[in-house]
Structure formats: C-alpha cells, structure tokens
C-alpha cells in the first residue's frame, strides 16, 4: 500500500485486471476459460482463500454442488449427468489436493488439480 492507503494496482491501469473464474450459472461453467466449474483456476483461489480452514472449503463447496445439482436438473431433467462426477467435480478434487504433499514445495498447476 502506498501513503494514501491504496493498493499500486488500484491506481495504476498499466496493470492488468485479470477477471475471476467464477461459475456462470445455471450452467456451472466457467465465465472465463468455458470450463466445467470450478475450472483449474478458480480450485487455486479457492485453495488459496481457505488454506487455513479445509472444513470451510468442503462445506461451501458441498453447499454450491446442491445447487448445482437443483440448476442443472432444473435445466434438463433427463441430462442432470451423473450425481457422482459432480459430486467429485466439486468434492474430490480438495481431498485429493490434500492427501497430496509435492516434494519440491511448487506451486501446483491448474491442470494438477
């Protein structure tokens, strides 16, 4: 922050916003990459909001599968897809980040996720 309290990057427009990967609903894909949410990106953010608490990360993530699941049944009843790929869609991949220690101590890939 500088003396005025503002961050550089709030008042320089040489730097680059990058926009959120955020789920366009009800569709639950990604508003920036197309992807199935939650895409590479936005598992990082949310890795990196809750790295203090994985309870909280799997209890808002359980609470966004449900409505998912109620979006996307919504849409096309007959074509919902498979309750357990969403279920690891959104539920799998925290655990599987967490049982998961990289030796080298790099940052992961989106696409490691």
């Known amino acids: 922050m500088n003396g005025d309290g503002v961050r550089p990057a709030e008042t320089d427009r040489s730097v680059p916003m990058l926009p ?6 009800p569709l639950w894909l990604c508003r920036v990459c197309g992807q199935p949410w939650p895409c590479g990106r936005a598992k990082l953010a949310l890795l990196a909001s809750y790295h203090d608490s994985q309870i ?8 966004l ?4 699941i109620d979006d996307l049944h919504r849409l096309n009843p007959s074509t919902t897809g498979n309750i357990r790929d969403l ?9 599987r980040h967490r ?7 790099n940052p992961q890939t989106p696409e490691d996720l």
């Open 99 to 105: 049982n998961r220690h990289p030796p080298t101590g």
């Open 65 to 68: 599968l449900h409505e998912a």
């Open 87 to 95: 279920f690891d869609r959104f539920l799998g991949w925290p655990t």
């Open 20 to 25: 959120d990967h955020l789920p366009l609903r």
């Open 56 to 63: 909280n990360l799997l209890l808002y993530l359980s609470g």
